[in-house]
């Protein structure tokens, strides 16, 4: 007579069981031999993820940070009817007709590794209603106006102005935006962007003191996709002697960099991608610091993962992240983030898999450092804060190592499940990553 196997609903029941256990932030469960059948087994690893990330008690900045929601807010709203326009000038909305993306995307002449950002437009209410040529005249002209309160250099008004004159050139293919944040090769235009104004100063240093105060007794610190290195600038002027390796996936920014911190004792540089094996033969670091590229990852999870074998017991992961996809964010740097030409989808394997979305929440990111054993995660500003409208956030966490004791877990999910379904095995590891779209 067969043997009747746990289903895949039972596997499910097992790992929401062995989850929801105090000691436990992620299970995966399979099935192992069991005489003439098979029993599950799990693999577990510690501590549920904090909720909240630690609290702050003062703001991030100061009281000049009081015009950031205002001028975002204005900004955003010259991006959304740039969009606007741009879906409008297709000649498909008219009389209030309604098409798929897929209609609106031929229409558009988008190229296919663009279409993902067809989407994301299409997704917001506010790009239905076509924009007056006045209205969209007066948006610009207030957009330069908040580039300048919030500090942005005229390149960055420059810039802005020309990818939202430009989006249905972009999401055609015809031009690149990389064209235009680099313009003549040089990087003015995107220190603007990363370093030369009101939000990035105030993160910047955040992330730089974080790094100081980690570095004070532990001098070694790994920068991955460091970039033009606008946050490099602001650690290197807060920190004397470290030794500071300096990577980025490319050699033109490792260049860059060679020149620019030449007179720099201390610093070292190497080639390193976070899609990739991250495996520099190198000693632990006591400092590990990623500015505004873990979003690059195809999984944040495994890539969080790798990074923590990096880091030394105790070591200090500093991270910067944009955790809200604001219109002007998509009709600029989404463009950034397309796949190569042969893929049709942005990579994601993670949780944002299938969402046309590039950035992980506040709270995922919490969540993904303290199930992967991180402890004192900090999140800053935090949300009552000013600065939180720009949705980009300053991220401190230190590795941590714990594992639960499998007895009582055993004894737990004896108590909770049916006597077929407790697991035979519990082995508890230092962190699980798992794809959830194949998981049971």
């Not at 969209?136 to 300048?148: C, G, N, P």
């Not at 955040?206 to 600038?233: F, K, N, P, Y």
Request: with cysteine.
């Amino acid at each position: 007579m067969p043997v009747e196997l746990p289903s895949r609903d039972d596997l499910q029941l097992v790992r929401r069981t062995l989850e929801a256990l105090p000691d436990v932030a992620e299970a995966e469960v399979f099935l192992i031999a069991d005489g003439p059948g098979a029993a599950p087994a799990a693999l577990v690893s510690g501590g549920h993820p904090q909720p909240e990330a630690l609290p702050r008690t003062a703001h991030l900045g100061g009281a000049e940070t009081g015009v950031v929601p205002r001028c975002l807010a204005v900004m955003d709203r010259a991006a959304m009817l740039a969009i606007a326009h741009t879906l409008h000038a297709t000649g498909l909305f008219r009389g209030g007709r309604v098409h798929g993306w897929e209609e609106v995307a031929e229409a558009l002449g988008a190229a296919p590794r663009h279409r993902w950002i067809v989407r994301r437009w299409l997704a917001s209410d506010e790009t239905l209603r076509p924009p007056s040529r006045r209205e969209l005249a007066t948006a610009m002209r207030d957009l330069d106006v908040a580039r300048h309160e919030l500090g942005y250099p005229a390149a960055m008004g420059r810039f802005f102005q020309a990818a939202l004159r430009s989006l249905a050139r972009l999401v055609r293919d015809e031009i690149t935006l990389q064209s235009l944040l680099f313009s003549g090769g040089g990087m003015t235009t995107a220190l603007g962007n990363y370093r030369d104004n009101l939000i990035s100063r105030h993160l910047n240093k955040a992330a730089a003191d974080a790094v100081a105060e980690a570095a004070r007794t532990r001098g070694r610190v790994l920068e991955i996709g460091a970039g033009v290195g606008a946050t490099t600038d602001a650690v290197l002027a807060a920190v004397d002697d470290v030794d500071y390796l300096f990577t980025d996936v490319s050699t033109f920014f490792l260049d860059a960099a060679r020149e620019r911190f030449r007179h720099r004792p201390g610093m070292r540089y190497a080639l390193l991608d976070v899609n990739a094996k991250m495996t520099p033969d190198e000693p632990p670091f006591d400092v590990v610091l990623a500015a505004n590229v873990l979003h690059n990852a195809r999984h944040a999870g495994r890539t969080l993962a790798a990074i923590r074998e990096l880091l030394a017991p105790g070591g200090t992961l500093v991270l910067i992240e944009s955790c809200v996809e604001h219109h002007l964010v998509s009709a600029s740097m989404h463009f950034l983030m397309s796949p190569q030409a042969d893929a049709l989808l942005p990579g994601f394997a993670d949780i944002r898999q299938g969402q046309d979305r590039v950035f992980l929440s506040r709270t995922e990111w919490i969540r993904q450092l303290a199930a992967l054993g991180f402890r004192d995660v900090r999140a800053e500003p935090a949300p009552g804060d000013p600065l939180a409208a720009a949705g980009q956030h300053v991220f401190t966490a230190v590795r941590g190592d714990h594992h639960p004791d499998p007895a009582p877990l055993l004894s737990k999910a004896a108590e909770a499940l049916p006597p077929h379904l407790v697991p035979r095995e519990i082995h508890t590891v230092d962190a699980l990553i798992t794809d959830r779209s194949h998981r049971p």
